[in-house]
């Protein structure tokens, strides 16, 4: 008996739930909407509760999402959307410079659950601080499936050109299982991609704009007719959007 307690604590092989999840979210949230008109700050956090609570952990739909994405719907400005790919940190450090550019955690639902983990238990309201489902456990977790339909909604809405950072240390550069290549990618409706395929300072880049992967990403771009540009660059300063 013992050892079954402890099997069923230990189930998932992912962070628990952050501890004071549902403050955490609440606290984000007013920071974030202080100077703007009226958000129910109350309605949000509930409606990301009610997503997830009394729910088995692996069979979270988009569907469980929808109250919350209403809730938080957001218009960018053509031309003003980056999207990122194994370069998180990189594209963070240069919104915050740039603050007509937009990630996704510059936008309201990124923003309130950038860097958490949430899950549930089926028949209870609890939270699992313990841990919570990774991909490897099952893919339709509370956290995975959170990221596919917010990045899915914020890359549909982008117009214009769609610039996306991409990290040119890696041998793939355009990863088609990352978010980005297996999401956002397709339900792209923007007129043109720029990639910005940022390289270390020295070193050998492993991939480039004239690499294999950047050529299957400029296919599938084409193939969408949307407009394609590649640009090599090793530092942040060469972006110019
Ligand atoms: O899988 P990725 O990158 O290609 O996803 C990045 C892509 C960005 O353009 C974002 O719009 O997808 C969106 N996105 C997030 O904004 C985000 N914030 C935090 C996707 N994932 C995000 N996370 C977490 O990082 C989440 O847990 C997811 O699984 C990782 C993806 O990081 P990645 O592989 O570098």
Request: overall charge negative; hydrophobic content about 35%.
């Amino acid at each position: 008996v013992g050892l079954w307690i402890y099997w069923k604590a230990q189930s998932w092989s992912g962070p628990g739930t952050t501890p004071y999840f549902l403050e955490e979210l609440e606290k984000r949230c007013f920071s974030y909407t202080r100077d703007i008109s009226p958000v129910d700050c109350t309605k949000i956090v509930e409606a990301f509760e009610n997503a997830f609570i009394f729910k088995d952990p692996c069979k979270i739909t988009e569907e469980d999402y929808e109250p919350l994405l209403k809730l938080t719907k957001q218009s960018i400005p053509c031309g003003k959307v980056l999207l990122w790919s194994k370069t998180k940190a990189m594209a963070h450090r240069f919104t915050q410079q740039r603050q007509d550019l937009f990630t996704l955690e510059d936008a309201l639902l990124g923003y309130l659950a950038d860097g958490l983990s949430w899950c549930g238990f089926p028949d209870s309201n609890a939270m699992n601080y313990q841990s919570c489902p990774t991909r490897g456990d099952c893919k339709e977790n509370p956290v995975s499936v959170f990221w596919d339909v917010a990045s899915k909604t914020f890359a549909q809405g982008a117009c214009g050109v769609v610039n996306v950072l991409l990290n040119g240390t890696r041998s793939n550069a355009f990863d088609e299982n990352s978010t980005f290549g297996r999401v956002e990618l397709h339900t792209l409706k923007a007129s043109a991609l720029h990639v910005w395929l940022l390289h270390d300072q020295e070193g050998e880049p492993s991939d480039t704009c004239s690499g294999s992967s950047i050529a299957h990403l400029e296919s599938i771009a084409s193939g969408k007719s949307m407009t394609f540009n590649c640009q090599d660059i090793k530092s942040l300063d060469e972006m110019r959007v």
